[in-house]
């Protein structure tokens, strides 16, 4: 399983929003056809969620009420070192060890004001499934907390970049009790603050 339903329904409708790295993406393609004296959108001037490429994960968090979800989503490359089916020990063994630290979801956590508790965890890539193939995999996490005081959630620290030393970057998008917003992380600011 890739992305869970709600995952899926998660990353659609962030897609759909118009953050600020977005927003300037298509006022810069709208600029290009001002002189054209017509305006269209080409759905390949905005980066999708989701794309696979080697150094960077995705991460989309909505938070309503005081239920959180996230996804996570970034090529197997980046994760394991390797991009097709596992052929010997040592690959399963460090594919099976990379399902297991995104089930423990310890690779995050956010302010201790929040009180944000996991409820429910679910990793897996598509290196597991029988036609994997020598081209394009990636690794998929989902996840279910509770906060307890879900007004208090202004911040996630990532410990993923000292853990994946192929990753690079992190583009995150998230939706708190309808505010909306976007950031990037890196080894050297693995702190995202809500605004």
Known sequence: MKL????SLLVCSLMALNTPAVAQEQSAAEHKHDHAEHKHEHDDDVVALGAH????????????GNEM?????????????????????????????????????????????????????????????????????DFYANYQLLCQRPARLNELQL???????????????????????ASQAALSSSTVRFQ
């Open 4 to 7: 869970s339903l709600v995952a």
């Open 53 to 64: 490429v080697h150094g960077h994960a995705v991460l989309t968090l909505v938070l309503e």
């Open 69 to 137: 979800q996230l996804a996570f989503q970034s090529a197997a490359q980046s994760i394991v070192g390797f991009e097709h089916k596992p052929s010997t020990a040592e690959q399963k063994q460090e594919v099976a060890a990379a399902i297991e630290v995104f089930n423990q979801g310890e690779w995050f956590s956010f302010n201790n004001d929040a009180n944000c508790e996991l409820a429910m965890a679910e990793a897996s890539t598509d290196l597991t499934e029988l036609q994997a193939n020598e081209g394009h995999a």
């Open 159 to 181: 410990r993923i970049f000292e853990l994946l030393p192929a990753l690079e970057h992190m583009d995150i998008q998230w939706i708190i009790n309808g505010q909306q917003g």
